[in-house]
Every structure is written in structure tokens, then in C-alpha cells.
């Protein structure tokens, strides 16, 4: 059994060892998150292909119960079968579920580290997480419902220099700016919403704290979205290299580079 990461999106930033084992495999349990693209550069003719999507609160989500029994059913019919995951598979993924599944079954894996979604949106947006004289740390955090952070860990939240990266948070980024804002946070915060880091569709939403009433309360994202927040999210107006009108579309060159935002 393999757990890979295929990573933040775009096609081309797959592992190699994530690559070769998918050119295997005899079964791929695939999320939702993972592009068609890549499924059909490298898993190889006649590997059965399984979607899983899990989608928080939507229909259409495969729970993770029935993702645990397709584990244990292929991989002791003897079949090669890698569980493909966006991003990295030990970053806000059910990799704990599967992982007790797998031992209970005694049934062998490796673990194939991606590049997690917070990495690829950083790199995609010329917004460094921990550059120097703005961020010595960065955390990663989600909060998709009231309960998951304490009033007391909002106020430290508030008050820290360390970078911010949320996940699975757009739906719920109205309530997180209000919880910053109501603890203090400076006045040099500023806060990035990037949606679908790495692929065409890439758009960034970028603006300080403090004009975030005005700039984008209320505002619907596609998903997956991701959001910085810190001194570092104002770096994206200097140092964005994708120009927002291309939406990274690729140049018909032999030598595919990106549009550059000039």
C-alpha cells in the first residue's frame, strides 16, 4: 500500500517517487482534489481508477469508513494500490484513519510526501512564509466551525508575528478576520486568499486587515482556496510572478515557462 501526495495541483509538481509508483499500481484510490491530468500522465492502461472525494458538509462525499474498506479489499486481493492524496498526505488529510486501518490489517505502506498546499501557494505567489524581518514561523490551521480555536488561542493568533496559512477556511474567512480584528491584530497584517494554487484557474485576493470590510467581506471562493495571513501576505504586490490575466496559462514553447507578471 502506498500513501502518496500528488501535490498542490499543478500536474508537473508530483514527486518522481510518487510518479513511479502511480506507473505501477494496479488500483489508484484517488481524492477529489487530484486533477484528471494527472491521472492520465501517469497511471499506467488498465489500472482501475477509484475517486473518493471528500468534501466537508457537501453531497457527494465518500466517507472515510468505505475509503478504509477499499483499502483493505484491494490490497489483500495481492493488488499494488496506491491512495492518492492532494497535497501531502500528513497535512489536514485522514491519513490517522487509514494509517489504523492499514496496521489492523497488517497490511505493509509506505508514506510518499507532496508538496502540501501551503508551499505551492506561497512559491505561486512570490509570498515567502517565513521572510526574513516579517515572519520567523508559520503556522497551519484550519477553522471550519466556532469550537475548533479557543477565545484564548484567537488572542494569540492576534498578537503573533508568525505566518498564519489556513486551510479549508474561505467559507469561514468573514468570522476569522472578525476574530483578529477584535483581538488587536496590527495594523501591518495583511491577508492573501489564493484559490486553486498552481493550476490555470489561479486567482489571488490581496489586501491589509484593515481594508478587508471594504475589499472582500462576503466574498464566495472556488474551491480549494487557501489563506495567509501576516506582514509576508503584503510581499504578493512586489514579488507575484503569475500575471493574474494569464491565470498561469502556459506559453506554447518547447521550454513551457509561465507567463511572467511584468
Request: proline share 3%; net charge positive.
Amino acid at each position: 500500500m502506498i500513501l502518496a501526495g500528488a501535490g498542490p495541483g499543478d500536474p508537473d509538481l508530483i514527486t518522481i517517487r510518487a510518479a513511479q509508483w502511480l506507473q505501477k499500481a494496479d488500483v489508484v484510490i484517488t481524492d477529489r482534489l487530484v486533477s484528471n491530468e494527472l491521472l492520465v500522465r501517469y497511471v499506467k492502461a488498465g489500472a482501475q481508477i477509484i475517486y473518493a472525494g471528500k468534501q466537508s458538509k457537501h453531497a457527494g462525499s465518500t466517507p472515510q469508513s468505505s475509503i478504509n474498506q477499499m483499502l483493505v479489499l484491494h490490497a489483500l486481493q495481492g493488488k499494488l494500490v496506491v491512495r492518492l492524496k492532494g497535497g501531502d498526505v500528513t497535512i489536514f488529510s485522514n491519513i490517522l484513519d487509514e494509517l489504523r486501518t492499514l496496521t489492523e490489517n497488517n497490511i505493509p505502506y509506505e508514506i510518499v510526501p507532496g508538496i502540501t498546499a501551503a508551499s505551492g501557494a506561497a512559491a505561486y505567489t512570490g509570498i515567502p512564509l517565513t521572510a526574513r524581518g516579517h515572519s520567523t514561523a508559520v503556522r497551519f490551521l484550519t477553522y471550519y466551525k466556532a469550537d475548533v480555536i479557543t477565545q484564548e488561542y484567537w488572542k494569540e493568533l492576534s498578537q503573533t508575528t508568525d505566518t498564519l496559512v489556513f486551510y479549508m477556511s474561505s467559507e469561514t474567512l468573514d468570522a476569522v478576520v472578525g476574530e483578529l480584528k477584535k483581538n488587536n491584530i496590527g495594523a501591518d497584517k495583511w491577508l492573501a486568499v489564493i484559490e486553486q494554487a498552481t493550476t490555470p484557474q489561479q486567482q489571488v485576493h490581496c489586501c491589509s486587515i484593515r481594508d478587508y470590510a471594504v475589499r472582500l467581506a462576503g466574498r464566495q471562493y472556488s474551491s480549494p482556496s487557501l489563506v495567509i495571513i501576516g506582514k509576508v501576505a503584503a510581499l504578493y504586490e512586489q514579488f507575484k510572478w503569475v500575471s493574474p490575466s494569464a491565470s498561469l496559462r502556459r506559453l506554447k514553447q518547447k521550454e513551457g515557462f509561465y507567463v511572467a507578471a511584468k
